[in-house]
Each structure stands twice: as structure tokens, then as C-alpha cells.
């Protein structure tokens, strides 16, 4: 009975085949992708994620980043800080969203994240999170606003 019981689940599991993924779903997948390539050093990949007038949120100052050049700016502001301060190979980890909605053309995202570097020759982390906010531009999602929080990396 209990390998009967087995056949009939997976035969009915084949069959069903696999879920469709959201828009919840489509837009996590669009953010995890851009934070990989970011990891990887694509700084173009970055920029383009960015939907026209983003707003950015991050530790440092001024803090606060938007308009049509945000992500280039967020950008230039964080090589001045990492330089300033003595930090290098800055990279976000992170793991499956705690939160993901999607409405329409809309999507939210709450992100764990571990930021990870270097600082006069030691390894520093912070675990923290980032919240995004999402939108659909044509097909693609792009990010309307981000914000990172977390405490300073020990």
C-alpha cells in the first residue's frame, strides 16, 4: 500500500509539472540577478537595474541618492567612502526574501543581506537587509528605490 501510495504521488507531482512563478516571483528573480552581477564586479548591470528617477538609501553620506543618475552617483559616493575609510572588496550576500508582494506593475521585496569587506586588512560583515521597491518597465523589472539598513560591519 505505502509504495502504491509513493506511485501515486509522484505520478500526480509529473503531471502537475512545475508552478509558474509570480510576479512576486518574476521580480525577486530580477533582483537577486542584479545583486549577482553586482557581486561580480558588473557595474553596468547595476545601472541599468535602475528604473529612471530611483531612489537609493545606504549608510553613508549624503546618504540619500535619486533622480536620473542615482545609481551612478550611489556609485561614485560609495568608491569615496570605500577609499576614505580604507575598504575594499565590498560585496551583498543575501538569502531568500522574508517578504515579497507584487501588484500590478508594483512589486516589494525585503531582502536579508550580509555586506561583507575589507578594512585595514581585516574581514568585517554586517548582517542587514535591503527593501526594494520594484517596477515593471515593458517586460522587465527594474528597482524604483532601494534602501539598505543594517548596523556598522564589525
Request: hydrophobic share 45%.
Amino acid at each position: 500500500m505505502f509504495r502504491q501510495a509513493m506511485f501515486f504521488l509522484a505520478a500526480t507531482s509529473a503531471l502537475a509539472g512545475p508552478a509558474a512563478a509570480g510576479p512576486a516571483e518574476d521580480a525577486t528573480a530580477a533582483v537577486t540577478t542584479w545583486l549577482d552581477k553586482f557581486n561580480s564586479g558588473d557595474i553596468n548591470a547595476f545601472y541599468a537595474a535602475h528604473a529612471p528617477g530611483a531612489l537609493i538609501v545606504d549608510e553613508y553620506a549624503p546618504f540619500e541618492w535619486r533622480g536620473a543618475n542615482a545609481a551612478q552617483d550611489w556609485a561614485a559616493a560609495y568608491d569615496k567612502h570605500a577609499k576614505a575609510n580604507g575598504i575594499s572588496g565590498g560585496r551583498v550576500d543575501y538569502a531568500a526574501p522574508i517578504r515579497a508582494e507584487a501588484s500590478g506593475n508594483s512589486a516589494y521585496i525585503v531582502l536579508p543581506t550580509i555586506y561583507r569587506l575589507q578594512q585595514g586588512g581585516k574581514a568585517k560583515s554586517a548582517a542587514g537587509q535591503m527593501t526594494l521597491v520594484m517596477t515593471r518597465i515593458g517586460n522587465e523589472w527594474k528597482i524604483a528605490s532601494w534602501t539598505y539598513s543594517a548596523p556598522e560591519p564589525k
